[in-house]
């Protein structure tokens, strides 16, 4: 949406020195129509029918009623849904910390042109073939403590109650997730690398400027909108993460891997509290949409300079 | 299990607004308004498919211009999608379920019609206590389609034989064979922890032995500080006693019944006992046939609670599944629906089917039919607790509306988890009441 933006703001500047209103080049807006009606009945209709919904009382059958400001006063004090907002920020934190330095070097290792990188980055790029419902099923049957790869290979600190216990699992899911996402994040580092030019690294190399000096001074500082960009999709991704801890844990034990999105569906579809459903999925977008613009605008990446100035 | 889930929020969010659409456009309930455009079904696979399929045929062979349509579903998927299909008026003719609170709701909503006088003659044939739980207030909303599912105990005789462990009566017998059973370096009892509902076993049962079925039959009426009856306080109390001696293992929390890993313990022979629903035993079967056949697999009723009041003979589980009737469906399906009820539900086909997979349907003068089966010891077994049980308990998290249901799996898994105890546990459920 920001290159959008930055392209727009591009065209604009051009256009300044036309007549105005002479707007005949470039395609009809109305080539827009078909993706706003999609947008419009798939999103935004959806969305403020949840709006709604927050605000009445149905639980599937027979017709909804209001309940006015009832379900909000309900589920922000709700000690369950509490302990998901919680989990949530610990998660999307976690996973940030733990994804990011790992995508990064990744990244930075699979730009190299040597073969042997090349066949790594296959091999890397793996998990992202499979589907998270696939992952959370080879996990949950790799961590058995009874009859996993502890047992299998005799190693006995293998053979923990990794998704049992309410101390491991969130962990456990921390680990999955960032296995899962992992090889998406350094794909793009990848192609942030590759298109940082040569004749910086040059440069650089003529100052007398070593590798580690080449990293954080070049390769780094280019990368800074890749990073915006990989970290936008890791936190607003975690406040979605559904799918994996679904089948993996099924936001077990207990609560300790209840997340918010899973909190939203097993109040939605198990307890059928619409309501109540209603008002978390109204939270997530809120705060979806708070963290996605807040992040364009603290890192500046909205403007979106060109870096290459002066190459 | 369930798959094919929306992978994003954006899913969900329209997922939950759909319904409201959806019911915005059904406009409630309008009984008998629909046009006919032929009866139809929503039908589950697994477990007693077979038979399904087969009545299905029948009657579609038999009546051509009364066809019905079927579609299948994976246990989960459909639990969720009946409802909305319910609520927002475009429920099938013929509604698979499990009675108890969700049939309470569609009757209190209108959305199953009485076919009390169109199902008697099934209903005479029935295990009374199993055609109970299709009734409110006197009228037969729904009537049984398949098996009777009692919650057996199950155990590895191979086992109990190594440890010197004799078959348990009591429940300080049973507490006694935990400790031998844990000293042998076996998991005493199989407890599929990750699945949470297999641990509602363990506190009916219990709360059944102690207190008797009124226990929970005050929850489900709703008074006030019904879940801190002292029976229930006793039951709660016993498990976490069950626990920190060690029954269930260390690693429950990580076991799970989609995947069987709580049976493939005991015939495994990694763990002695399991507690579970008589749907288990064709799992038996098939993973372990020589186990079986060497008669090396065990089954008891619930050990007795001394001084308790309930009746050592009472059983929980899932009395059957149950065939309703749509009430926003056409007069002229409903009459298709009706006849396929009383010419194909448990008739004599159907019985010899569920027979056959090592079931046993809830239908009296069954004796001599079970004598010439395979396994015919078991299924006597199985039938006589049906046949025999002053009170059929259904699972709670069935009998109590969605909601209380969720907070009870939920509460529960944390009471044998040790984050709560016995009198949060029942606090939280009072609240709840």
């Known amino acids: 949406m920001s290159a959008a933006t930055g392209s727009a703001a591009l065209t604009q500047t051009r256009q300044g020195r036309r007549a105005p209103g002479n707007r005949a080049d470039g395609p009809s807006v109305w080539m827009a129509g078909p993706a706003l009606v999609l947008f419009g009945v798939f999103a935004v209709v959806p969305l403020i029918g949840v709006a709604v919904l927050s605000f009445m009382s149905w639980d599937g059958l027979g017709d909804p009623v209001w309940a006015g400001a009832e379900n909000w006063g309900r589920t922000l004090t709700d000690p369950v849904t509490q302990n998901a907002m919680r989990l949530t920020v610990v998660l999307s934190v976690a996973t940030w910390l733990f994804q990011t330095p790992l995508s990064l070097l990744l990244g930075v290792f699979m730009a190299g042109r040597q073969r042997y990188r090349a066949v790594l980055s296959v091999l890397y790029f793996l998990p992202l073939l499979f589907s998270a419902a696939a992952v959370a099923i080879a996990y949950r049957a790799l961590l058995d403590p009874n009859f996993g790869l502890g047992t299998a290979l005799g190693i006995s600190w293998l053979s923990q109650d990794w998704i049992g216990s309410p101390d491991l699992a969130l962990w456990v899911v921390l680990f999955v997730i960032s296995w899962s996402f992992v090889p998406f994040h350094s794909l793009l580092y990848q192609g942030g690398v590759r298109q940082i030019p040569k004749s910086m690294y040059e440069a650089a190399l003529l100052d007398g400027a070593g590798r580690v000096q080449q990293f954080f001074y070049i390769t780094l500082p280019q990368l800074k909108y890749t990073i915006v960009t990989s970290s936008t999709l890791m936190i607003v991704g975690s406040l979605t993460y559904f799918d994996l801890i679904f089948v993996l844990t099924g936001g077990g034990p207990g609560n300790a891997t209840r997340i918010l999105p899973l909190d939203m569906y097993l109040t939605g579809f198990r307890s059928y509290d619409m309501g109540k459903a209603s008002v978390i999925a109204v939270i997530l977008v809120v705060v979806g949409l708070a963290v996605s613009i807040g992040l364009n605008r603290f890192s500046g990446a909205s403007k979106m300079d060109s870096q290459m100035e002066g190459v | ?433």
Request: glycine share 10%; net charge negative.
């Open chain 2, 1 to 433: 299990m369930r798959l094919s889930i929306g992978r994003r929020t954006g899913a969900m969010v329209a997922a939950v607004s759909l319904a409201t659409v959806l019911a915005a456009c059904g406009g409630g309930n309008q009984p008998g308004q629909a046009a006919a455009d032929g009866a139809s079904a929503w039908a589950l696979t697994g477990g007693s498919e077979e038979m399904f399929r087969a009545q299905f045929d029948a009657w579609n062979a038999e009546n051509p211009d009364q066809e019905i349509a079927v579609d299948w579903f994976a246990n989960d998927a459909y639990k969720e999608k009946i409802r909305t299909a319910v609520g927002s008026g475009n429920a099938p003719t013929l509604i698979y379920s499990w009675a108890g609170g969700t049939l309470a709701d569609y009757v209190a909503n209108d959305s199953v019609v009485d076919i009390t006088a169109d199902t008697q003659e099934l209903t005479d044939r029935l295990v009374p206590s199993v055609a109970a739980n299709g009734q409110v207030d006197g009228k037969t909303y729904a009537v049984p389609n398949t098996q009777s599912q009692p919650v057996v105990l199950y155990y590895n005789q191979e086992v109990l034989d190594a440890a010197g462990v004799e078959v348990p009566t009591t429940y300080d017998e049973l507490l006694t064979a935990v400790g031998t059973l844990k000293d042998q370096g076996v998991i005493p009892v199989a407890l599929a922890g990750q699945s949470v509902w297999p641990e509602l076993m363990w506190i009916q049962y219990l709360t059944d032995r102690i207190g008797g079925p009124e226990v929970f039959q005050a929850v489900v009426d709703g008074e006030e500080g019904a879940w801190s009856d002292p029976a229930v306080i006793e039951a709660t109390t016993k498990i976490q006693e069950l626990v920190d001696a060690g029954a269930f293992g260390d690693s429950f929390g990580s076991v799970n019944a989609d995947q069987n890993a709580d049976t493939a313990l005991v015939h495994t022979g990694k763990a002695a006992f399991i507690l579970q629903g008589s749907w288990v035993y064709p799992n038996f079967l098939n993973d372990a046939p020589e186990l079986v056949e060497s008669g090396g697999l065990g089954y008891t009723t619930f050990p007795a609670v001394d001084g308790g009041a309930g009746d050592p003979a009472n059983i929980v589980g899932n009395p059957s599944n149950f065939w309703s009737v749509s009430a926003s469906a056409a007069e002229e399906d409903q009459a298709t629906a009706k006849s396929f009820i009383s010419s194909q539900v448990l008739n004599d086909d159907a019985v010899d089917d569920l027979l056959a997979i090592g079931t046993v349907p809830p239908i009296t003068g069954l004796e001599d039919k079970i004598e010439q089966q395979d396994n015919a010891d078991y299924l006597s077994f199985v039938y006589g607790m049906v046949r025999d049980a002053p009170h059929f308990q259904l699972s709670w998290d069935q009998a109590l509306p969605p909601a209380q249901a969720q907070e009870l799996l939920n509460n529960l898994s944390q009471l044998f988890l040790g984050q709560i105890d016995p009198q949060q546990f029942s606090d939280a459920m009072d609240a709840t009441l």
